[in-house]
């Protein structure tokens, strides 16, 4: 639910560029981040590095020294499942 305001939604299938691993602050990434994988903005202020979710109801996450992180790809497509009734 932390990027519902980005269109994906739970469920959605999205397709990763993996050659884009240096994503500008307005693309959505797929990361690694100590062992957990999460899509997420990822932007640069202050001279830090953090996760930016697109619902405020989640926290931003800074990227700490120490913790392992990789930019895996760039989410270029969103494949929304169909209702089910």
Known sequence: ????DAG???GDVVVIDRSLCNPDENEIALC???GEY???????????TW???DN????????????TF????????VIHKTAHR
Do not use: A, Q
């Open 1 to 4: 639910d932390s990027m519902i």
């Open 32 to 34: 690694e981040h100590n």
């Open 56 to 67: 405020v109801g989640f926290p931003e996450r800074e990227i700490k020294e120490g913790d």
């Open 70 to 77: 990789n930019v895996w790809g760039v989410v270029v497509l």
């Open 38 to 48: 999460t899509i997420k903005y990822v932007r640069c202020h202050d001279g830090k």
């Open 51 to 53: 996760l930016v979710p």
């Open 8 to 10: 994906i939604y739970s």
